[in-house]
């Protein structure tokens, strides 16, 4: 009975193979003749032409957005956002400098001219050799607004260092407690350089990093050489208007009971004091008379003179009148392009 019962199961399903065989040869015919060819590839043909002639720009779009995925070729410098890095360099920059800009939190318009100075000179200058990262330092803040006003900048910017040890004075402290939080904030990626410049400085990021790249990169102490009259680096010490230190020298402030214990009175003549006791900054640089104060119509002292085409700094511009002359001296908008939107001669 069971093996009776198979063959019953099978023959249909063999005659089933059978019908399905005869009627794909009937429908679907192993050779095509020329003229069911043609009828198949016009349609295709048609089609491929109206996409070339008809949207050629399509190929165009294509081709644009493949080469913007394209990493450039060229050295660019990098920035850090926060604690995260995001490089865009394809060459190992030369060395590394951290520009500390000690200011106030509530000097919100100096920022953004700041701001605006620094990255356009990134952008403008991508053979830049170094990696420059600019931060805006200072002490913890007072004011309702601020807490609210300066979070927001650090979400957009993310260039802000607030220090909680120190008092908003730079001749009581902060100064000291910027090289030793940065030796501690950096510890595990260190610069070649730290700076410490105010924010009535314009620094011109070129000029600084060719002068910067003939220095040690150990043991360095660079800026301007006080009193204004010497120019031997070895007498007296940098001016406050911007000075560098060699990253070892950074690690050697934040650990010394030298410079933990001198800490309040002018900053800068402090940090000289400090290198001096403890036998450091054996390599210095005078970068006098490219760095220099704006010169006033009543001069002040010999660390004022007029604007040169080499300057690297230019200090004391108090307000915006004097970066506006400044910056039309280095003929800073150059980039500037006509356009229906503004008329800038009238």
Known sequence: MSGRSGDQHQLPVAAMRKQLQHAGAMSFPSRLSTSSKALVLLPLLLLGFIYLFVYPKEFQLQSLMASCAQPPATLMSSSRLGDETTTMATVKPDFRLLIGVLTRADVYERRHLLRMVYNLQRLSSQALAAQVDVRFVFCRLYKDDQRVLVPLEILLHGDIIVLDACEENLNEGKTYTYFSTVASLYADDPYDYVMKVDDDIFVRLPELLASLAKMPREDAYYGATIPCEEMDPHNGYMSGMGYALSWDLVQWVATSDIAWNHTVGPED?????????????????????????????????????????????????????????????????????????YNMKS
Request: charged residues 25%; positive net charge; hydrophobic residues 40%.
């Open 269 to 341: 003549m402090m940090t000289g004091q400090w290198l001096r006791e403890g036998g450091k900054g054996k390599n210095r640089f005078n970068a006098k008379p490219a760095m220099h104060d704006y010169l006033l119509p009543v001069p002040v002292d010999k660390c004022e003179h007029e604007l040169m085409p080499d300057s690297i700094a230019v200090h004391r511009l108090k307000d915006n009148p004097r970066w506006a002359q400044v910056l039309g001296y280095f003929n800073f908008t150059a980039a500037l392009k006509p356009s229906k939107f």
